[in-house]
């Protein structure tokens, strides 16, 4: 049987990425990850919603020893979707030499990885974060990158140009990259959600533990550019970009693609403010959330949103799940994780 590996298949997106893989494919699925913000209880929870199973392999992508002990014996690998890297933007921006380590290494041992074992097809987690403050909005895959607000954005920009190169030297490399907007929200049956093993950073899960009296949410700043003067993002429901993985694995396993390197946006289009997403979780949730108004926070562009209509096009992708739908998942989820 064709094998899929999915790196940081215990993570957020992973984890609910491997669920829509066991749910919608035939492939015989390996979760490669080092649990640095996971835990294994996640491969229970997929384990649990999908009934069904799948093999794990504990190794830290920076490790080029640990690849090759344990994974160059593997054959018959279809493809690669390389979740894998450290996504905080406050964290990065502390600490920008552990996020250009962990998250090009990793990257330049698995296309090693690749190279050595002829693995013709890859996908890429990259980020929104990587056009900066466009100048226009909603941005287009053709949109010019800005400079990187922050070391994480830095390093899916410098991700994505090492994808290119390797793709221009390696003609029978399929990749495509999926610029992610901001993924939010738990499994619809509320059994699988974002589990940080640290606490959180992005918006939602702060605010579902603010309402749970775990956190305590602020607002980090008031007086932007943007309609009500709060950060504009556009928040796309987890399972809407595990959709689009799947999607993107068929695209490129039936050779769909007409060049080796494919770029897409993975968002619904619609901006929604920071004042917006409480405003809607409040709707949902029937609770008034607390909050305070800080300053701006380091790294945060002022509004990014998707123009989305090369994925839906190519990849046959469309998002499901709207604001509403995201927050009521992920309050879903909290409550379940206090019961
Ligand atoms: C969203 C907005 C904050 C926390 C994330 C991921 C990154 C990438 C893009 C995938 C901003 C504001 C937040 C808080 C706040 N995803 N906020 N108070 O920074 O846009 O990036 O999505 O690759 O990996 O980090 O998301 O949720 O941190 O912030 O006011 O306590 O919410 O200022 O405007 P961000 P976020």
Redesign the pocket.
Known sequence: MKKILVTGGAGYIGSHTIIELLLKSTYEIISIDNFSNSAPAAYDRIRQITNQNFRSIQLNLCDQNAISQNLDALENIEGIIHFAAF????DSVKDPILYYHNNIESLNNLLKFCERKNIPNFIF?????VYGNADQLPVTEQTPLKKAESP?AHT?QVGEEIIEFFCQAHPQFNAVMLR?????GAHMSGLNGEMPISKP????P?ITQTAVGKNS?????NDYPTRDG??I?DYIHVTDIADAHVKALDYLVQKKNKTNLSLYNLGTGIGVS?ME?IASFEKVSGLKLPYTI?V??A???IAVYADNTKAKSELNWLPQYNIDDMMQSAWKWQQNLEA
């Open positions: 996504k905080s933007v406050p987690s990259s980020s929104c974060s994480y899916k992610y907007f901001n993924p939010v950073n992005n918006l939602v702060i949410l602020t607002v980090f700043g709060y950060c993002r920071v997403a800080g701006r926070r790294g945060d562009v």
